[in-house]
């Protein structure tokens, strides 16, 4: 029986050494370094980012010009500390914060 892996040449079972760096794995390797994934609270903060700024457009597209945080907050059912951290995040995308 032929393994993946065993010499062909050999009748007993010897295995043919690898070599662990190769191309292919080099490539993937390097691949994964490249793209490393963001850390679990940006990726969250994204998120609520995208969510708050949809309902802010969908609340401007039905007429309402002026929005509280807290409106948001009750809508989309998060937070308020994360709904005013978002908006902080979102003024450079237009959204005004009224003093």
Known sequence: ???????ASASDSTYQL???????????TAARARHKPRPL??????AVEGAVYGQ???MR???IIKISTDQIARSLSIPR???DAAVKGMQD?????SK
């Open 1 to 7: 029986m032929f393994f993946a892996g065993q010499d």
């Open 18 to 28: 690898f070599d662990p760096v190769s191309t292919q794995a080099a490539s993937k």
């Open 41 to 46: 609270q940006e990726a969250r903060q994204k």
């Open 56 to 58: 802010i457009r969908a």
């Open 61 to 63: 597209a039905l007429g």
């Open 81 to 83: 500390p994360l709904v």
């Open 93 to 97: 995308r237009g959204v005004k914060v």
